[in-house]
């Protein structure tokens, strides 16, 4: 019995050992068939990863092509609102089609019979109106170069005060008498104050949005109707051409005084002035110091004597905003969203010079003061078709820049 124990035993381990060899040949066959598996899965892999690749790309490209659309639709409201200003008050108010008073810069007053005469006074006045305009931009690179801020800002308030008061005024006192409405002096005080105190603190300070926008619309038509009201005939048509033209020049050029400016802006990372620039989005200019900008090391004050180094004092709102926010968030569940995120999506907003509002509601409202309807209308469906495509063209320019980089 202990024999025939013993003999199964052995059998039992020699077929034990034949099972072993026979699954170590099995899987020494196997890894070829894996890697050809693994092989095929990772070209599907890439294949699918291309394919996700394309998808991610046009879905770029759509999302990139909806929001090209929405900022054309976004420049359409804002000049088509300034045109219209000024196209309703040429037609409803006399005072600004009548020529009576001439700006400094034209001392040509196209008094003459003759066309040719008035065709180089307009030139003449012309001219004289661009070497103006070159000086004031020129003058307006070097102080922002030489980062004269103040003295900058101090420009632009004076320049905003007399239009949201002096040049206001006019504009209410003759549309006021253009409809036979009557109206106390001391009422229209009050709200002359009113109306440019709240407009400086909206577009040199804060204030809400909207407000801002139709604040700067409203300077910008009273821009265009002081120009209208105040040159001669044939001298707004003669400055309209040569501003097409320095336009171009000043903007495309390398070397070109705006080219400088946006340049310049961008390389301090800072916005350009609020005063000078129609935006979507929220956007104040804020002055910094030289020393901060390089790096320079400043005195201890006596804060730092106690302990608070000037650091902690002008990151300490930051922080507690930071904290405030964080709480917000953990008691209400919302996704964080950081103040990254928001710079860049103000960033995203569009953004146009005024002067490009003023050279429109110029060309409308001149059209417009003939009493030809179908000249107008012209004029206005062209500024929109050219805006249109001048603004794709940028697009699928710098679309084509960013895809070849």
């Known amino acids: 019995m202990d024999g025939h124990v013993a003999t199964g035993s052995t059998g039992e381990i020699r077929d034990n050992v034949r099972d072993i060899a026979s699954k170590k040949r099995s899987r020494n066959a196997c890894p070829s068939g894996a890697d050809k ?3 095929a899965g990772v070209s599907n892999a890439n294949m699918q990863g291309e394919d996700g690749s394309n998808n991610q790309e046009w879905r770029d490209d759509e999302e990139e092509l909806k929001y090209g659309a929405k900022h054309v639709i976004k420049l359409f409201v804002p000049v088509s609102l300034c045109m219209l200003v000024v196209v309703a008050t040429i037609s409803s108010v006399s005072f600004y089609s009548t020529k009576d008073v001439y700006l400094v810069y034209t001392p040509f007053h196209e008094e003459s019979q003759y066309a040719s005469t008035k065709f180089w006074n307009a030139l003449a006045n012309s001219l004289i109106l661009m070497a103006v305009i070159i000086v004031m931009t020129i003058l307006l690179i070097v102080l922002y170069k030489h980062r004269c801020y103040k003295t900058i800002h101090g420009w632009l308030i004076v320049s905003s005060l007399m239009l949201l008061s002096i040049f ?3 504009y209410l006192e003759e549309v006021l008498r253009a ?3 009557a109206m106390d002096y001391p009422t229209l005080l009050l709200l002359m104050w009113n109306f440019g105190a709240v407009g400086m603190v909206c577009i040199h300070w804060k204030g809400p949005l909207i407000l801002q926008q139709a604040y700067l619309i409203f300077v ?7 120009f209208i009201k105040y040159m001669p005939e044939w001298t707004t048509w003669a400055v309209l051409a040569v501003i097409s033209v320095w336009d171009l020049i000043a903007v495309l050029m390398p070397r070109g005084p705006l080219r400088i400016l946006v340049e310049t802006a961008q390389e301090r990372n800072e ?6 620039i129609y935006s979507s989005t929220y956007m104040y200019m804020a002055v910094r110091d030289e020393d901060d900008e390089q790096g320079h090391s400043r005195p201890i004050s006596g804060s730092e004597e106690h302990g608070f180094t000037n650091e902690w004092v002008r990151t300490h709102e930051q922080r507690v905003a930071q904290r405030q926010l964080e709480v917000r968030e953990v008691a209400h569940g919302p996704p964080r969203t950081t103040l990254r995120s928001q ?12 002067g490009d509002f003023i050279f429109y509601s110029v060309l409308v409202g001149k059209a417009s003061s003939y009493g030809d309807w179908n000249t107008t209308l012209a004029c206005f469906v062209a500024i929109l078709i050219v805006s249109i495509f001048l603004y794709f063209v940028c697009f699928f320019g710098r679309l084509k820049r960013a895809k070849t980089e």
């Not at 910008?220 to 002081?226: D, E, I, N, Y």
């Not at 916005?271 to 000078?276: E, K, R, S, V």
């Open 271 to 276: 916005q350009i002035f609020p005063a000078l």
């Open 179 to 181: 409809y036979n409405v």
């Open 343 to 354: 710079e860049e999506e103000e960033e995203r907003g569009v953004k146009l010079g005024l």
């Open 168 to 170: 206001s005024y006019l």
């Open 220 to 226: 910008a038509a009273l821009m265009a109707l002081v």
């Open 37 to 39: 598996n693994e092989g």
